[in-house]
Protein backbone atom coordinates (compact mmCIF):
# COMPACT_ATOMS: atom_id res chain seq x y z
CA UNK A 1 0.00 0.00 0.00
CA UNK A 2 1.31 3.14 -0.79
CA UNK A 3 2.84 5.68 1.98
CA UNK A 4 0.50 7.96 2.29
CA UNK A 5 1.87 11.54 3.30
CA UNK A 6 -0.35 15.05 4.80
CA UNK A 7 1.73 18.46 4.62
CA UNK A 8 0.41 21.09 6.57
CA UNK A 9 1.23 24.50 5.10
CA UNK A 10 1.90 25.15 1.25
CA UNK A 11 4.71 27.56 1.41
CA UNK A 12 8.43 26.72 0.55
CA UNK A 13 9.04 24.10 3.10
CA UNK A 14 5.96 22.01 2.47
CA UNK A 15 5.94 22.47 -1.40
CA UNK A 16 10.26 21.43 -1.22
CA UNK A 17 9.08 18.48 1.04
CA UNK A 18 6.88 17.03 -2.16
CA UNK A 19 9.11 17.97 -4.28
CA UNK A 20 11.58 15.85 -2.09
CA UNK A 21 9.37 13.04 -1.91
CA UNK A 22 8.23 12.94 -5.50
CA UNK A 23 12.32 13.00 -6.65
CA UNK A 24 12.85 9.95 -4.33
CA UNK A 25 10.14 7.88 -5.95
CA UNK A 26 8.74 6.99 -3.02
CA UNK A 27 5.39 5.08 -3.57
CA UNK A 28 3.25 7.58 -1.41
CA UNK A 29 0.21 9.55 -1.75
CA UNK A 30 1.00 13.53 -0.84
CA UNK A 31 -1.87 15.90 0.29
CA UNK A 32 -0.93 19.39 0.77
CA UNK A 33 -3.09 21.23 3.14
CA UNK A 34 -3.47 24.90 3.75
CA UNK A 35 -5.75 27.45 5.30
CA UNK A 36 -6.10 29.55 2.47
CA UNK A 37 -7.54 28.87 -1.06
CA UNK A 38 -4.45 29.88 -2.37
CA UNK A 39 -0.75 28.42 -2.07
CA UNK A 40 2.85 29.60 -1.38
CA UNK A 41 2.77 30.80 1.45
CA UNK A 42 4.76 33.90 2.49
CA UNK A 43 6.12 33.65 -1.27
CA UNK A 44 2.23 35.37 -1.96
CA UNK A 45 1.66 36.94 1.43
CA UNK A 46 5.99 38.29 2.21
CA UNK A 47 7.83 38.85 -0.58
CA UNK A 48 7.72 42.18 -1.65
CA UNK A 49 5.00 42.90 -3.86
CA UNK A 50 7.40 44.79 -6.23
CA UNK A 51 9.68 41.74 -6.34
CA UNK A 52 8.00 39.46 -9.00
CA UNK A 53 10.62 37.81 -9.95
CA UNK A 54 11.40 36.26 -7.14
CA UNK A 55 7.93 34.90 -6.56
CA UNK A 56 7.92 32.56 -10.16
CA UNK A 57 9.73 29.89 -7.88
CA UNK A 58 6.02 29.07 -7.78
CA UNK A 59 6.11 27.99 -11.11
CA UNK A 60 8.11 24.67 -10.11
CA UNK A 61 5.91 24.38 -7.26
CA UNK A 62 3.02 24.57 -9.33
CA UNK A 63 4.42 21.33 -11.42
CA UNK A 64 4.72 19.86 -7.99
CA UNK A 65 0.98 20.49 -7.09
CA UNK A 66 -0.15 18.98 -10.64
CA UNK A 67 1.91 15.85 -10.35
CA UNK A 68 -0.93 12.77 -10.16
CA UNK A 69 0.49 11.77 -6.70
CA UNK A 70 -0.37 15.26 -5.15
CA UNK A 71 -3.80 17.34 -4.26
CA UNK A 72 -3.85 20.44 -2.88
CA UNK A 73 -6.55 20.81 0.30
CA UNK A 74 -7.23 24.90 0.26
CA UNK A 75 -9.24 26.50 2.69
CA UNK A 76 -8.66 23.74 5.38
CA UNK A 77 -7.40 25.15 8.17
CA UNK A 78 -5.37 22.46 10.67
CA UNK A 79 -6.75 22.96 14.50
CA UNK A 80 -10.35 24.00 12.98
CA UNK A 81 -11.55 22.05 10.57
CA UNK A 82 -8.95 18.90 11.45
CA UNK A 83 -6.93 18.38 14.46
CA UNK A 84 -3.37 17.05 14.54
CA UNK A 85 -4.57 13.66 16.30
CA UNK A 86 -7.27 12.99 14.05
CA UNK A 87 -4.71 13.55 10.62
CA UNK A 88 -1.72 11.61 12.44
CA UNK A 89 -4.65 8.80 12.51
CA UNK A 90 -5.66 9.35 8.86
CA UNK A 91 -2.09 9.52 7.34
CA UNK A 92 0.91 7.30 7.88
CA UNK A 93 3.15 10.87 7.49
CA UNK A 94 2.60 14.30 8.67
CA UNK A 95 4.56 17.05 7.97
CA UNK A 96 4.19 20.19 9.90
CA UNK A 97 5.26 23.43 7.58
CA UNK A 98 2.62 25.86 8.70
CA UNK A 99 5.67 28.79 9.19
CA UNK A 100 5.77 31.55 11.43
CA UNK A 101 3.35 34.23 10.81
CA UNK A 102 3.42 36.14 13.92
CA UNK A 103 5.51 39.03 14.88
CA UNK A 104 8.32 39.12 17.58
CA UNK A 105 7.60 41.39 20.19
CA UNK A 106 9.80 44.25 21.26
CA UNK A 107 9.58 43.75 24.80
CA UNK A 108 10.05 47.63 25.51
CA UNK A 109 7.67 50.06 27.35
CA UNK A 110 4.69 51.51 24.81
CA UNK A 111 4.86 49.16 22.12
CA UNK A 112 0.98 48.86 22.34
CA UNK A 113 0.32 52.33 21.33
CA UNK A 114 -1.66 52.91 17.94
CA UNK A 115 1.09 53.36 15.16
CA UNK A 116 2.87 50.52 16.24
CA UNK A 117 3.23 47.77 14.25
CA UNK A 118 4.62 44.86 13.50
CA UNK A 119 6.19 43.60 10.16
CA UNK A 120 4.68 40.50 9.53
CA UNK A 121 1.26 42.70 10.19
CA UNK A 122 2.53 45.21 7.90
CA UNK A 123 3.92 43.50 5.30
CA UNK A 124 0.86 40.84 5.35
CA UNK A 125 -1.41 43.89 5.03
CA UNK A 126 0.20 45.54 1.84
CA UNK A 127 0.33 41.86 0.45
CA UNK A 128 -3.53 41.62 0.91
CA UNK A 129 -3.74 38.77 3.26
CA UNK A 130 -7.03 38.09 3.56
CA UNK A 131 -6.83 37.99 7.99
CA UNK A 132 -5.42 41.91 7.53
CA UNK A 133 -7.60 43.62 4.77
CA UNK A 134 -9.45 45.25 7.77
CA UNK A 135 -6.41 46.97 9.20
CA UNK A 136 -6.44 50.84 9.23
CA UNK A 137 -2.28 51.24 9.38
CA UNK A 138 -1.31 54.91 10.84
CA UNK A 139 0.21 56.67 7.70
CA UNK A 140 -0.83 60.26 8.49
CA UNK A 141 2.73 60.99 9.59
CA UNK A 142 5.84 62.71 7.68
CA UNK A 143 7.86 59.82 9.59
CA UNK A 144 8.62 56.73 9.87
CA UNK A 145 10.69 54.24 11.56
CA UNK A 146 11.52 50.86 10.98
CA UNK A 147 13.48 48.98 13.88
CA UNK A 148 15.75 45.99 12.12
CA UNK A 149 18.60 45.20 9.75
CA UNK A 150 17.24 42.65 7.53
CA UNK A 151 16.09 42.44 3.93
CA UNK A 152 12.33 42.77 5.41
CA UNK A 153 13.13 46.06 7.01
CA UNK A 154 14.19 47.08 3.81
CA UNK A 155 11.18 45.52 1.49
CA UNK A 156 9.28 48.01 4.11
CA UNK A 157 11.06 51.22 3.79
CA UNK A 158 11.25 50.40 0.12
CA UNK A 159 7.45 49.93 -0.47
CA UNK A 160 7.11 53.16 1.63
CA UNK A 161 8.94 55.51 -0.24
CA UNK A 162 8.20 54.39 -4.18
CA UNK A 163 6.26 56.41 -6.35
CA UNK A 164 3.09 54.90 -7.75
CA UNK A 165 4.74 54.74 -11.22
CA UNK A 166 8.07 52.27 -9.31
CA UNK A 167 5.50 50.02 -8.15
CA UNK A 168 2.89 49.81 -11.00
CA UNK A 169 4.52 46.28 -12.01
CA UNK A 170 3.79 45.31 -8.95
CA UNK A 171 0.69 43.31 -7.15
CA UNK A 172 0.65 46.08 -4.51
CA UNK A 173 -3.41 45.98 -3.87
CA UNK A 174 -5.20 49.02 -4.69
CA UNK A 175 -5.97 49.59 -0.62
CA UNK A 176 -2.66 49.85 0.28
CA UNK A 177 -1.23 51.64 -2.99
CA UNK A 178 -3.81 54.44 -2.43
CA UNK A 179 -3.32 54.95 1.64
CA UNK A 180 0.64 54.40 0.90
CA UNK A 181 0.49 57.28 -1.79
CA UNK A 182 -1.95 59.50 -0.07
CA UNK A 183 0.56 59.58 3.21
CA UNK A 184 2.66 61.83 4.05
CA UNK A 185 5.62 60.11 4.78
CA UNK A 186 9.15 61.64 3.53
CA UNK A 187 11.63 60.26 5.79
CA UNK A 188 12.26 56.86 7.03
CA UNK A 189 14.76 55.85 9.54
CA UNK A 190 15.83 52.31 9.39
CA UNK A 191 17.73 51.65 13.03
CA UNK A 192 19.77 48.94 13.64
CA UNK A 193 21.23 47.55 17.06
CA UNK A 194 24.34 46.57 15.69
CA UNK A 195 26.94 47.88 13.13
CA UNK A 196 26.90 48.23 9.66
CA UNK A 197 29.14 44.65 9.02
CA UNK A 198 26.99 42.76 11.20
CA UNK A 199 23.39 44.22 9.22
CA UNK A 200 21.57 41.40 7.53
CA UNK A 201 20.80 42.97 4.08
CA UNK A 202 21.70 40.89 0.63
CA UNK A 203 23.70 43.19 -1.28
CA UNK A 204 21.03 43.11 -4.23
CA UNK A 205 18.51 44.63 -1.83
CA UNK A 206 20.24 47.12 -0.43
CA UNK A 207 22.12 48.97 -3.41
CA UNK A 208 17.87 49.00 -4.95
CA UNK A 209 17.96 51.74 -2.19
CA UNK A 210 20.30 53.73 -4.10
CA UNK A 211 18.53 53.76 -7.26
CA UNK A 212 14.85 54.78 -6.14
CA UNK A 213 13.14 57.78 -8.23
CA UNK A 214 12.09 60.07 -5.30
CA UNK A 215 14.07 58.95 -2.17
CA UNK A 216 17.53 59.36 -1.04
CA UNK A 217 19.29 56.79 0.74
CA UNK A 218 21.21 59.02 3.63
CA UNK A 219 24.18 57.25 5.73
CA UNK A 220 26.34 59.34 7.88
CA UNK A 221 30.19 58.23 6.64
CA UNK A 222 31.60 58.03 10.33
CA UNK A 223 29.26 55.24 11.37
CA UNK A 224 31.14 52.94 8.54
CA UNK A 225 34.11 51.05 9.48
CA UNK A 226 37.02 51.22 7.13
CA UNK A 227 37.45 47.44 7.24
CA UNK A 228 35.19 44.75 7.47
CA UNK A 229 37.65 43.04 10.27
CA UNK A 230 37.74 39.50 11.05
CA UNK A 231 35.31 37.53 9.48
CA UNK A 232 36.05 34.04 9.13
CA UNK A 233 33.49 32.49 6.57
CA UNK A 234 34.77 33.90 2.81
CA UNK A 235 31.52 34.62 1.72
CA UNK A 236 30.26 36.05 4.29
CA UNK A 237 32.92 38.70 4.41
CA UNK A 238 32.34 39.15 0.95
CA UNK A 239 28.98 40.05 1.36
CA UNK A 240 29.81 42.44 4.25
CA UNK A 241 32.80 44.20 2.18
CA UNK A 242 30.19 44.59 -0.74
CA UNK A 243 27.88 46.26 1.83
CA UNK A 244 29.88 48.32 2.93
CA UNK A 245 30.73 49.77 -0.21
CA UNK A 246 27.66 49.92 -0.69
CA UNK A 247 26.62 52.39 2.51
CA UNK A 248 30.12 54.28 1.00
CA UNK A 249 28.17 55.42 -2.35
CA UNK A 250 25.43 56.14 -0.47
CA UNK A 251 27.44 58.35 2.47
CA UNK A 252 28.97 59.61 -0.40
CA UNK A 253 25.59 60.96 -2.38
CA UNK A 254 25.54 64.62 -1.81
CA UNK A 255 22.20 65.83 0.30
CA UNK A 256 19.36 67.58 -1.52
CA UNK A 257 17.10 66.92 -4.84
CA UNK A 258 15.08 64.16 -3.75
CA UNK A 259 11.57 64.41 -1.42
CA UNK A 260 12.02 61.09 0.44
CA UNK A 261 14.76 59.86 2.47
CA UNK A 262 15.38 56.54 3.96
CA UNK A 263 18.12 57.18 6.87
CA UNK A 264 20.57 54.09 8.11
CA UNK A 265 21.33 54.11 11.77
CA UNK A 266 23.18 52.00 13.19
CA UNK A 267 24.33 51.20 16.63
CA UNK A 268 21.42 51.94 18.44
CA UNK A 269 18.80 49.84 20.20
CA UNK A 270 15.16 51.26 21.07
CA UNK A 271 14.32 51.63 24.91
CA UNK A 272 10.79 53.26 24.86
CA UNK A 273 7.95 54.20 22.16
CA UNK A 274 6.93 57.55 23.48
CA UNK A 275 3.88 59.29 23.14
CA UNK A 276 0.05 58.93 24.53
CA UNK A 277 -2.30 56.95 22.94
CA UNK A 278 -0.46 57.36 19.71
CA UNK A 279 2.91 56.82 18.74
CA UNK A 280 5.25 59.93 18.83
CA UNK A 281 8.32 58.95 18.65
CA UNK A 282 11.14 56.00 19.64
CA UNK A 283 13.52 56.86 21.92
CA UNK A 284 16.99 54.78 21.40
CA UNK A 285 20.08 53.64 23.57
CA UNK A 286 23.23 53.98 21.78
CA UNK A 287 24.99 50.79 21.71
CA UNK A 288 28.78 50.30 21.13
CA UNK A 289 30.64 46.62 20.05
CA UNK A 290 32.19 44.91 23.11
CA UNK A 291 33.48 41.83 21.43
CA UNK A 292 31.12 39.77 19.78
CA UNK A 293 28.33 41.73 22.11
CA UNK A 294 26.66 45.38 21.58
CA UNK A 295 25.74 46.80 24.96
CA UNK A 296 24.36 49.98 25.65
CA UNK A 297 26.19 53.43 26.19
CA UNK A 298 23.30 54.80 28.56
CA UNK A 299 23.38 57.41 26.25
CA UNK A 300 19.87 58.10 24.42
CA UNK A 301 18.26 60.20 21.81
CA UNK A 302 14.63 60.40 20.46
CA UNK A 303 13.47 60.24 16.72
CA UNK A 304 9.83 61.79 16.76
CA UNK A 305 7.54 59.46 14.47
CA UNK A 306 3.92 58.24 13.94
CA UNK A 307 4.31 55.14 12.42
CA UNK A 308 6.79 52.24 14.02
CA UNK A 309 7.03 48.89 12.46
CA UNK A 310 9.60 46.40 13.81
CA UNK A 311 10.79 44.02 11.58
CA UNK A 312 12.81 42.18 14.39
CA UNK A 313 11.54 38.87 13.49
CA UNK A 314 8.88 36.36 12.89
CA UNK A 315 7.61 33.75 15.37
CA UNK A 316 5.58 30.18 14.93
CA UNK A 317 2.69 29.40 17.56
CA UNK A 318 2.85 26.20 19.20
CA UNK A 319 0.60 23.38 17.20
CA UNK A 320 -1.90 21.60 19.51
CA UNK A 321 -0.74 18.24 19.38
CA UNK A 322 3.25 19.06 18.88
CA UNK A 323 5.69 19.35 21.51
CA UNK A 324 6.86 23.09 21.50
CA UNK A 325 10.08 24.71 22.62
CA UNK A 326 8.25 28.15 23.45
CA UNK A 327 11.86 29.78 24.14
CA UNK A 328 13.04 29.29 20.20
CA UNK A 329 9.26 29.40 19.35
CA UNK A 330 9.59 26.17 17.22
CA UNK A 331 8.07 22.53 17.34
CA UNK A 332 10.56 20.54 19.22
CA UNK A 333 12.45 18.08 16.73
CA UNK A 334 15.32 16.20 15.77
CA UNK A 335 16.58 16.92 11.80
CA UNK A 336 12.63 17.45 11.25
CA UNK A 337 11.46 14.23 13.28
CA UNK A 338 8.76 15.07 15.77
CA UNK A 339 7.41 12.27 17.00
CA UNK A 340 6.33 8.60 15.06
CA UNK A 341 5.13 9.63 11.73
CA UNK A 342 4.96 13.49 12.86
CA UNK A 343 7.47 15.73 10.75
CA UNK A 344 8.71 19.23 10.94
CA UNK A 345 9.99 21.66 8.05
CA UNK A 346 10.68 25.32 7.00
CA UNK A 347 10.21 28.64 9.39
CA UNK A 348 8.64 26.23 12.42
CA UNK A 349 11.71 23.92 12.45
CA UNK A 350 14.22 26.15 13.01
CA UNK A 351 13.22 29.53 13.22
CA UNK A 352 12.45 32.14 10.63
CA UNK A 353 15.45 32.71 9.28
CA UNK A 354 16.79 32.18 5.18
CA UNK A 355 15.61 32.73 1.70
CA UNK A 356 12.82 30.32 -0.40
CA UNK A 357 15.48 27.98 -1.18
CA UNK A 358 17.07 27.62 2.20
CA UNK A 359 13.41 25.74 3.38
CA UNK A 360 14.77 22.90 0.65
CA UNK A 361 17.17 21.29 2.56
CA UNK A 362 14.15 20.58 5.52
CA UNK A 363 12.46 18.89 2.94
CA UNK A 364 14.84 16.76 1.16
CA UNK A 365 16.12 15.39 4.90
CA UNK A 366 11.91 14.53 5.94
CA UNK A 367 11.61 12.79 2.48
CA UNK A 368 14.82 11.03 3.70
CA UNK A 369 13.30 10.08 6.95
CA UNK A 370 9.66 9.05 6.04
CA UNK A 371 11.47 7.16 3.42
CA UNK A 372 13.57 5.76 6.04
CA UNK A 373 10.95 5.13 8.65
CA UNK A 374 7.96 4.55 7.03
CA UNK A 375 8.49 1.25 4.41
CA UNK A 376 5.06 0.70 3.42
CA UNK A 377 1.87 2.17 3.96
CA UNK A 378 -1.56 1.49 6.83
CA UNK A 379 -3.09 4.25 6.85
CA UNK A 380 -6.10 5.16 4.23
CA UNK A 381 -5.06 9.13 3.96
CA UNK A 382 -6.78 10.95 1.19
CA UNK A 383 -9.96 9.49 1.35
CA UNK A 384 -10.27 9.43 4.72
CA UNK A 385 -9.51 13.04 4.92
CA UNK A 386 -12.22 13.54 2.03
CA UNK A 387 -14.63 12.20 4.13
CA UNK A 388 -13.75 14.04 7.20
CA UNK A 389 -14.30 17.06 5.24
CA UNK A 390 -17.24 16.49 3.86
CA UNK A 391 -18.74 15.27 6.95
CA UNK A 392 -17.78 18.97 8.50
CA UNK A 393 -19.14 20.61 5.36
CA UNK A 394 -16.00 22.17 4.50
CA UNK A 395 -15.64 23.99 1.11
CA UNK A 396 -12.19 22.16 -0.11
CA UNK A 397 -10.53 24.17 -2.86
CA UNK A 398 -8.97 21.93 -5.20
CA UNK A 399 -5.67 22.92 -7.04
CA UNK A 400 -7.89 23.76 -9.95
CA UNK A 401 -10.26 26.07 -8.34
CA UNK A 402 -6.46 27.64 -7.30
CA UNK A 403 -5.78 27.94 -10.54
CA UNK A 404 -9.41 29.33 -11.61
CA UNK A 405 -8.75 32.26 -8.76
CA UNK A 406 -5.63 32.75 -10.14
CA UNK A 407 -6.68 33.43 -13.65
CA UNK A 408 -9.65 35.66 -12.17
CA UNK A 409 -6.61 37.93 -10.98
CA UNK A 410 -5.23 37.84 -14.28
CA UNK A 411 -7.89 38.98 -15.96
CA UNK A 412 -8.74 41.30 -13.36
CA UNK A 413 -4.93 43.34 -13.14
CA UNK A 414 -4.83 46.36 -14.63
CA UNK A 415 -1.33 46.44 -17.22
CA UNK A 416 1.45 46.40 -16.00
CA UNK A 417 0.83 44.64 -12.82
CA UNK A 418 0.75 41.07 -12.61
CA UNK A 419 -2.68 40.08 -11.09
CA UNK A 420 -4.86 41.80 -8.68
CA UNK A 421 -5.30 40.19 -5.81
CA UNK A 422 -8.74 38.69 -4.21
CA UNK A 423 -8.95 40.47 -0.74
CA UNK A 424 -11.17 38.44 0.71
CA UNK A 425 -11.32 35.01 1.13
CA UNK A 426 -15.36 35.13 0.68
CA UNK A 427 -14.55 37.29 -2.77
CA UNK A 428 -12.48 34.01 -3.58
CA UNK A 429 -15.20 31.62 -3.01
CA UNK A 430 -17.77 33.35 -4.97
CA UNK A 431 -15.75 33.50 -7.73
CA UNK A 432 -15.60 29.88 -7.63
CA UNK A 433 -19.01 29.51 -7.64
CA UNK A 434 -19.49 31.80 -10.97
CA UNK A 435 -16.54 29.94 -12.79
C1 LIG B 1 8.44 39.91 4.55
C2 LIG B 1 9.23 38.77 3.98
C3 LIG B 1 9.86 38.92 2.77
C4 LIG B 1 10.62 37.86 2.26
N1 LIG B 1 11.24 38.05 1.05
C5 LIG B 1 11.98 37.05 0.55
C6 LIG B 1 12.61 37.23 -0.72
O1 LIG B 1 12.52 38.30 -1.35
N2 LIG B 1 13.35 36.20 -1.21
C7 LIG B 1 13.48 35.01 -0.53
O2 LIG B 1 14.13 34.10 -1.03
N3 LIG B 1 12.87 34.81 0.68
C8 LIG B 1 12.12 35.80 1.22
N4 LIG B 1 11.51 35.62 2.42
C9 LIG B 1 11.70 34.33 3.15
C10 LIG B 1 10.72 33.22 2.70
O3 LIG B 1 9.46 33.78 2.44
C11 LIG B 1 10.65 32.14 3.80
O4 LIG B 1 11.95 31.55 3.89
C12 LIG B 1 9.65 31.03 3.50
O5 LIG B 1 8.41 31.52 3.05
C13 LIG B 1 9.39 30.18 4.76
O6 LIG B 1 8.68 29.05 4.33
P1 LIG B 1 7.68 28.17 5.20
O7 LIG B 1 7.12 27.21 4.23
O8 LIG B 1 8.38 27.67 6.40
O9 LIG B 1 6.55 29.18 5.73
P2 LIG B 1 5.42 30.01 4.97
O10 LIG B 1 5.90 30.53 3.67
O11 LIG B 1 4.94 31.01 5.96
O12 LIG B 1 4.24 28.97 4.69
C14 LIG B 1 3.40 28.50 5.71
C15 LIG B 1 2.06 28.08 5.13
O13 LIG B 1 1.30 27.42 6.15
C16 LIG B 1 -0.04 27.83 6.06
N5 LIG B 1 -0.67 27.64 7.38
C17 LIG B 1 -0.42 28.33 8.52
N6 LIG B 1 -1.17 27.89 9.53
C18 LIG B 1 -1.93 26.88 9.03
C19 LIG B 1 -2.93 26.02 9.59
N7 LIG B 1 -3.30 26.09 10.89
N8 LIG B 1 -3.53 25.10 8.78
C20 LIG B 1 -3.17 24.99 7.48
N9 LIG B 1 -2.23 25.80 6.90
C21 LIG B 1 -1.61 26.72 7.67
C22 LIG B 1 0.03 29.28 5.64
O14 LIG B 1 -1.19 29.74 5.06
C23 LIG B 1 1.18 29.23 4.65
O15 LIG B 1 0.72 28.98 3.34
C24 LIG B 1 10.74 36.65 2.97
C25 LIG B 1 10.10 36.50 4.20
C26 LIG B 1 9.34 37.55 4.70
C27 LIG B 1 8.66 37.38 6.02
Sequence with gaps: MSVSVAIVGTGPAGFYTAEALLRKGLDCTIDLIDRLPTPYGLI????????????????NFEKTALNERCRFFGNVTLGRDVTLNELRGMY???????????????????????????????????NAH?????????????????????????????VLVKTAAEMAESDLPEFAARAIQASPIRDVHLVGRRGPVEAKF????????????????????????DVVGDVEDDRDRRLKEKNLATLREFAAQPAGGKTRRVHFLFYASPVEI???ERVEGVRFERTKRDGDRVVGTGQTFDIACGLVIPAIGYRSLPVDGAPFD???????????????????????????????????????????????????????????????????????VSFGDWQAIEQAEIAAAHAPAPRRKFERVTDMLAQLEKS
Excluded at 102 to 120: F, M, T
Excluded at 366 to 394: C, F, N, Q, S, W
Aim: net charge neutral; glycine share 12%.
Design 44 to 59: RFGVAPDHQTTKKVTR
Design 92 to 126: DAVVLAVGADNDRRLGIPGEDKRGVLGSATFVGWY
Design 130 to 158: PDLRDLVPVLDTPAAVVIGNGNVAIDVAR
Design 202 to 225: TNVELREMGHLDVAQAVVDAKDLP
Design 274 to 276: LGG
Design 326 to 396: SRKDIVVNDEGRVAPGLYAVGWLRRGPSGVIATNRPDGVAVAEHIAADIPTGAKPGRVALEKHLAARGVRV
